[in-house]
């Protein structure tokens, strides 16, 4: 079984910065592309930044120049690193990873989610 476990939720005032992190843990064979997705209140799930394997990104215009994605392959984690953070940025983050966990079969996970407030 495999699990994403996220952390660096809270509280950070607008122009502040943030971390999130996501921890992949389990029967892991090896790990492809590690995303991070975001749904604000009444919103549907959107992509925030997206990693693969061999470290190419991609970003959604609302986040270019702010957040950078990065990946630890030796610890099976991705990070976010969020700056000149807006209000709009407040929503639930979820962590995503394309997962083999055998030569055959590889998963879609999701995390459980970790929620991050801007104040203004």
């Known amino acids: 079984q495999v699990q994403l476990v996220e952390s660096g939720g809270g509280l950070v005032q607008a122009g502040g910065s943030l971390r999130l992190s996501c921890a992949a843990s389990g029967s892991i064979f090896r790990i492809n592309a590690m995303a991070w997705y975001r749904q604000a209140p009444g919103k549907q799930r959107e992509l925030v930044a997206a990693?693969?394997?061999?470290?190419?990104?991609n970003y959604a215009d609302s986040v270019k120049g702010r957040f950078t994605v990065s990946r630890d392959n030796n610890k099976n984690t991705v990070y976010l690193q969020m700056n000149s953070l807006k209000p709009k940025d407040t929503a639930i983050y979820y962590c995503n990873a394309v997962i083999h966990v055998n030569r055959n079969y590889e998963y879609n996970y999701w995390g459980q989610g970790t929620q991050f407030t801007v104040s203004s």
């Open positions: 990693i693969t394997s061999g470290g190419s990104t």
